[in-house]
Each structure stands twice: as structure tokens, then as C-alpha cells.
């Protein structure tokens, strides 16, 4: 039985190299070529970013109304009493 399995193993390992093989008058395989370069382009504009900036003002806008709007919420004015 190890015989039997030994000799399947080998057969099986030297299929594939058997189906590989070429004659020796054929010419011999050519290399594949190098794959072509890839060209990636960054952004040409690289200045200010208007947009961002005006997001980031109206959010800081918010917050200072939102702050303002609460203290003036919580703030209590004493009424003076006159003499």
C-alpha cells in the first residue's frame, strides 16, 4: 500500500512538469513585457481653499451665537431699588 501511494505521488508530481516541457528545437518562450507606467497627475490648484475656510468661519460663528445666546439666557439683571 506505501508503494502504491509513493508511486502516486511521484506520477502526480511530474504530470504537470511533463506538460511544460518543450522540444528542443522550439524557440525559447518570450518574456512578458513590462507592464506600461502609470501616470497619476496631482491637483494643480494647491492655493487657499475659499470653501473650507467659509465652512469653518460659519461654524465658528455658530458656536460664539450658541455661547452669547446661552449666557444671556442664564443672566439675571437686579433691579435696583432707589432710595
Known sequence: ??????????????????AQAR??????????????????????????DWGAAGVGAGAAGGLVLIAVGGFAASYRVRARVAR
Open 1 to 18: 500500500m506505501k508503494i502504491l501511494a509513493a508511486t502516486a505521488a511521484s506520477a502526480a508530481l511530474l504530470v504537470p512538469a511533463s
Open 23 to 48: 522540444p528542443a528545437d522550439a524557440p525559447a518562450p518570450v518574456p512578458n513585457p513590462k507592464p506600461a507606467p502609470v501616470v497619476v497627475t496631482a491637483p494643480s490648484d494647491t492655493g487657499f
